[in-house]
């Protein structure tokens, strides 16, 4: 479900100790500008290394320090590297495309000796074409989509190894693809300057619906669904090398445009990064010292600056962890790694929030599910109705926040004998009410929006202009009742002096 959660004060820091990795050498700064760089899973991070033999480096995430000298270790495959993916519900099994038309598929494990040597455990062959882009299916295990050289759309079953469609997209290269959140629509950008949306379980494989001219320059582009697939986000440069992003209703079959805004003016594009939790989009580019980062909502005024994070020097790559590797106790809504060419370093985004004790019920609404697989290839196949997964991030034995506020502002009401008094008519005792087990209000932070106080409307009188001015005497007695008045004074508590002292003075 949408939640609006307005966060506006964002920590985010370097992990200095045990969250670098220095010495690396040879990163890779020529990758096509459709992939995305390093990635991330659970267990490693995956930065491919230049060199004709298409070699990724495989660095474990809780192992971090000095790589040694000497020659990089990594796995070899043969061929330039075009785009590289962790599969989300495998946290060992890596797919790679190459610019020979192989998809290798590697089995990694931390038990692994040295990896210059390893074989992939499966490869997927695809008629000589280049491979473009590769995307996992969000829900169904084991589905993968293909974006070709030949302007063409596969969905495979790696597990397989079978090819389940082949689907025509766009009359030029294919700049960027994204599966919605529910896995039933994919979106692709086209060097045609089209933004088109599928439904790969469609044997047609007719666009279902396409909107032309959605970008001035075809030299990159990225597209993605948010605020619960009912938005597509289009980040994209103009002709004069403005980035921008650009909002289209994914609700209407002309994709109607909603908003437009320039972030700044560079020539590398922005790779974004969405956040469907909290409707946080990171955008950061190819040797860019900064991460602008804004919250998204689907009605005006869409996009909410943030603050942003400074680096002292430019990345290559910003590799994102899924919400399972975030310390919710610390307040860390995400976790990343950032890849510059000589170290790795991991960034962790805070909230700033004083009882670190309690689970921020607030902040933390029951995630996406992205790291379980929800069905089957062969039930996807079959046009199965399961949802996206919803799970609570909230460790055994914590409390949340909204009721320990509850839980104290009764006990302050309460009595010592654990009930409420309540005054009876013409002075009576007041009867004792106690209060049930389990009666404070449960959490329901996925559909509760936060929204700023409200205040009691002001009473307005009539000047003699005829203009309406606020009656002052009645607004502070309104406030007046509300706030505890206190008659004692300072020196109440001060101790006086004998009376002879003053006859001596």
């Given at each position: ?218 030299r990159a582009a990225r597209v993605f669904f948010a ?233 307005a009188l009539k000047n003699t202009n005829g203009e ?38």
């Amino acid at each position: 479900m949408y939640c609006q959660l307005s966060i506006y004060h964002i920590l985010m820091r370097i992990k200095a100790n045990n969250g670098v990795f220095s010495n690396l050498r040879n990163v890779n700064t020529r990758l096509p500008p459709e992939s995305n760089g390093a990635c991330a899973s659970r267990h490693f991070v995956a930065v491919p290394l230049s060199g004709p033999a298409g070699v990724i480096g495989i660095y474990d995430v809780d192992e971090p320090g000095r790589l040694p000298d000497g020659v990089m270790d990594g796995v070899f495959n043969k061929a330039q590297v075009t785009d590289l993916q962790w599969n989300p519900f495998d946290d060992e099994q890596l797919a790679v495309g190459t610019d020979s038309g192989v998809i290798n598929l590697w089995r990694l494990t931390r038990a692994d000796g040295p990896r210059n040597e390893m074989q992939p455990e499966k490869q997927i062959k695809i008629s000589g074409e280049k491979i473009v882009i590769l995307r996992w299916h969000p829900l169904a295990s084991d589905l993968l989509a293909v974006a070709l050289s030949d302007f063409t759309l596969q969905l495979w079953n790696v597990r397989e190894q079978t090819l389940l469609h082949t689907i025509p997209s766009h009359r030029g290269g294919i700049l960027a693809m994204a599966w919605s959140a529910n896995g039933r629509r994919l979106a692709t950008l086209g060097k045609d300057f089209k933004l088109s949306v599928h439904n790969l379980n469609n044997p047609l494989g007719q666009p279902m619906y396409e909107r032309a001219g959605v970008l001035e320059s075809p030299r990159a582009a990225r597209v993605f669904f948010a605020c619960d697939d009912r938005m597509i986000v289009v980040v994209g440069l103009t002709k004069g090398s403005n980035r921008q992003v650009q909002l289209y209703d994914a609700t209407t079959t002309d994709l109607r445009s909603i908003y437009q805004q320039t972030i700044d003016n560079a020539t590398q594009p922005l790779i974004p990064h969405y956040d469907y939790d909290t409707n946080i989009i990171f955008l950061a580019g190819k040797g860019d010292r900064t991460i602008n980062m804004f919250e998204l909502t689907y009605d005006s005024p869409y996009l909410l600056p943030l603050s942003n994070f400074t680096a002292p020097m430019g990345s290559q790559a910003i590799a994102y962890h899924n919400k399972k590797t975030c310390n919710v106790m610390a307040v860390e809504f995400q976790v990343a790694w950032r890849l510059t060419e000589k170290t790795l370093e991991r960034l962790i985004f805070r909230v700033p929030r004083v009882k670190k004790d309690l689970f921020q019920s607030d902040l933390f609404p029951d995630a996406l599910v992205t790291w379980r697989a929800v069905m089957t290839p062969e039930e996807w196949l079959a046009q199965s109705d399961k949802e996206p997964e919803f799970e609570s991030l909230k460790p055994e034995g914590v409390q949340h926040l909204a009721s320990h506020t509850a839980n104290n502002t009764a006990s302050s009401s309460t009595q010592a004998n654990g009930t409420i008094g309540t005054n009876g008519t013409n002075g009576s005792p007041a009867q004792a009410t106690t209060i049930p087990q389990g009666s404070l209000p449960s959490p329901q932070p996925r559909t509760t929006t936060i929204k700023p106080p409200t205040f009691p409307a002001e009473p307005a009188l009539k000047n003699t202009n005829g203009e309406l001015e606020p009656d002052k005497k009645e607004i502070e007695q309104s406030w007046s009742s509300k706030i505890m008045k206190d008659t004692k004074l300072e020196q109440d508590d001060m101790d006086g002096c004998e009376e002879a002292e003053w006859t001596e003075l």
